[in-house]
């Protein structure tokens, strides 16, 4: 994981789309295939494997790099964690970064 305090600020200026999700949900699941790595722009992100919390992550921290980099599928669940401090009405937001093959 790579915490830049101004990734969030400088994806939004650059036009990279913000993906909203809901608080508790899933953004992606253990053994699923990944295409795009997150960098949380606001609220908590909940790192699971097996249903124990392994990570939480906030503000400028990336995560789901691995499938990009390695072809394997995720290792772990994400969930936007607003039970422990979620955004603004609940939403968690992320600019997502996307590559495709």
């Known amino acids: 994981m790579i915490n830049v305090p101004n990734y969030p600020d400088i994806l939004a200026n650059a036009g990279v789309p913000i993906e909203r999700f809901e608080s508790g949900q899933t953004i992606f699941v253990d ?17 699971e494997r097996e249903g124990k919390l392994l990570e939480e992550l906030s503000e400028g921290d990336s995560f789901g790099e691995m499938s990009l980099i390695d072809g394997a599928p995720r290792s772990t ?25």
Do not use: F, W
């Not at 053994?31 to 790192?47: E, L, N, P, R």
């Open 77 to 101: 669940t994400a969930r936007q964690d607003g039970l422990r401090g979620g955004s603004h009405h609940g939403e968690g937001l992320y600019p997502p970064c996307s590559m495709s093959n």
């Open 31 to 47: 053994g699923s295939s990944g295409d795009k790595m997150y960098v949380v722009y606001s609220g908590k992100v909940a790192i």
